[in-house]
Every structure is written in structure tokens, then in C-alpha cells.
T-cell receptor
């Protein structure tokens, strides 16, 4: 039972490069989320999806894009990486929108230099 | 804007004592609050959920309260152990299908 799997675990990008953070869940959850966590700070929502083919912006979407072609996968795309995107990124899923708890992945630590 | 606030200072307590962590919310009324535990280098793990019409919820050594008058939730760990040392996150539901998280409080339990 893998839960939520994120790859890669670590990545160093140069300014202006692009990359995709992968997120896969095997629990058949409809709701999926991308958060970023800066040191000593809370989790800030980047994008979320309530089902395949449906995505919406969260609190800090600028510089990111997402897609949801399947229930299982919710990749996060960084275009033109900037130092301000240095953070730890967490993907999460839940089976229902109301009252459901989140299952988080183990995170991707991204450094932009 | 809607905010969930937790004490950013670390809480240091002695093993066996009760740890109490505070979560305050402003500018909205969440239908429920959730508490998560986060260990270094790991993703948060769900612990408890309490609804606005529930005063208290318990799970083993954990207890959480929800005071809608004070706009506050308290999270208690009784008979604390060094293994309870972690960062604890409070989260409230937001408009739509997402949670708003507080910044977390780091708990250190000393033997």
C-alpha cells in the first residue's frame, strides 16, 4: 500500500530551468493537492484538483502549472525556475472534499540556484 | 483573510508531563479542525479531526478541544514521551475543498 508517492526526493535547478514534480496515489482518491512549505512556515496551497480533468488555483499558483489526466497522477510543472521557488513541495490526496483527512507524500526538496 | 495561527516558539516539556499546543483561527469559522504530526524530512501525518459542534475529541493519549467562542483549539498529549517530539500542525477547512494550515509548533519532550 504505497499511498502518495512523490519523485524526485531532491533536486537542484538552475535559474530559468524547468522541471516536473511527479505525484501518484494508489488510493483512488478524487481530491489531490500541491503545497509548498518554506522553513518554519506553514503549508501554502499551490494548486488542487477535485477529479480527473479538473484543476484550480490555490493561494500561490504563480510560476506553476498542473494537469490531471488520470485519477492517480497530479504532476506539478515549474516553468522558468526562480530562487523564490526554493522550498519543500508536498503532494496530498483525500477521498472526500468535506471532513476527509489528507494523506501526504514524503515531499520533494527543491533548490533553485 | 482567513488565518490559522500557532505558536511558532518550540514547546519544551519533561517526559511524563502533558503537552498543550494552541491553534487560533481568525476571520472565519471553520466547520472542523484537523491536527497533523510532521517529523523532520517527512510529510504530515493525520492525527485527529474535531467538528465545530464537538467540544472535545480523544484518541489514546491525544485530546483536542474546539472552542468556537474563543476561536481556538487546544491539542493535548498526556504522559508525553520523547517519541512524541515532532512538529504539530493545525488545519481548518476553507471555502472550497481545501485546508488552510497553521505554521506548526515544534514539541520537544526531554527524558
Amino acid at each position: 500500500n504505497a499511498g502518495v508517492t512523490q519523485t524526485p526526493k531532491f533536486r537542484i535547478l538552475k535559474i530559468g530551468q524547468s522541471m516536473t514534480l511527479q505525484c501518484t496515489q494508489d488510493m483512488n482518491h478524487n481530491y489531490m493537492y500541491w503545497y509548498r512549505q518554506d522553513p518554519g512556515m506553514g503549508l501554502k496551497l499551490i494548486y488542487y484538483s477535485v477529479g480527473a480533468g479538473i484543476t484550480d488555483k490555490g493561494e500561490v499558483p504563480n510560476g506553476y502549472n498542473v494537469s490531471r489526466s488520470t485519477t492517480e497522477d497530479f504532476p506539478l510543472r515549474l516553468e522558468l525556475a526562480a530562487p523564490s521557488q526554493t522550498s519543500v513541495y508536498f503532494c496530498a490526496s483525500r477521498d472526500r472534499g468535506d471532513f476527509g483527512s489528507y494523506t501526504f507524500g514524503s515531499g520533494t526538496r527543491l533548490t533553485v540556484v | 483573510s482567513q488565518k490559522i495561527e500557532q505558536n511558532s516558539e518550540a514547546l519544551n516539556i519533561q517526559e511524563g508531563k502533558t503537552a498543550t499546543l494552541t491553534c487560533n483561527y481568525t476571520n472565519y469559522s471553520p466547520a472542523y479542525l484537523q491536527w497533523y504530526r510532521q517529523d523532520p524530512g517527512r510529510g504530515p501525518v493525520f492525527l485527529l479531526l474535531i467538528r465545530e459542534n464537538e467540544k472535545e475529541k480523544r484518541k489514546e493519549r491525544l485530546k483536542v478541544t474546539f472552542d468556537t467562542t474563543l476561536k481556538q483549539s487546544l491539542f493535548h498529549i498526556t504522559a508525553s514521551q520523547p517519541a512524541d517530539s515532532a512538529t504539530y500542525l493545525c488545519a481548518g477547512d476553507n471555502a472550497g475543498n481545501m485546508l488552510t494550515f497553521g505554521g506548526g509548533t515544534r514539541l520537544m519532550v526531554k527524558p
